[in-house]
């Protein structure tokens, strides 16, 4: 089993930006999907975006969309979230995903959609 550490959550005042990785152990194209979900305390762990590996489709949460962009980078078999114009509503742990499913927009926000998942990287946004 591989596996996926994150990385680049640190505190960040509104408005800033900031560029989440996810390292995966072995080779980034043995999983078919890569997302990325976050958990604010005492809220249920959402789907942020998710990104087909070695294709074009990438799907984001209306929260994030045009804000967040989830990218791939194969030489290096890592996924990036990079989340701009952060909201105090951004702050939680931020978890990185894997799936050997492919991604479908009716699914990819799914938990039980990911098979390994990474220890989490946290964010905080003041005011």
């Known amino acids: 089993q591989d596996q996926l550490v994150e990385s680049g959550g640190t505190a960040v005042q509104a408005g800033g930006s900031l560029r989440l990785s996810c390292v995966v152990s072995?080779?980034?194209?043995?999983?078919?999907?890569m997302a990325w979900f976050r958990q604010a305390p005492g809220k249920e762990r959402e789907g942020v975006a998710a990104a087909y590996i070695g294709g074009s489709s990438t799907y984001y949460s209306d929260s994030v969309k045009g804000r967040f962009t989830i990218s791939q980078d194969n030489d290096n078999n890592a996924v990036y979230l990079q989340m701009n114009g952060l909201k105090p509503e951004d702050a939680a742990m931020y978890y990185c995903?894997?799936?050997?499913?492919?991604?479908?927009?009716?699914?990819?926000?799914?938990?039980?959609?990911?098979?390994?998942w990474g220890q989490g990287t946290q964010v905080t946004v003041s005011s």
């Open positions: 995903a894997a799936s050997r499913l492919r991604c479908l927009s009716t699914s990819w926000y799914r938990q039980d959609e990911y098979t390994d």
């Open positions: 072995g080779y980034l194209f043995s999983y078919t999907c």
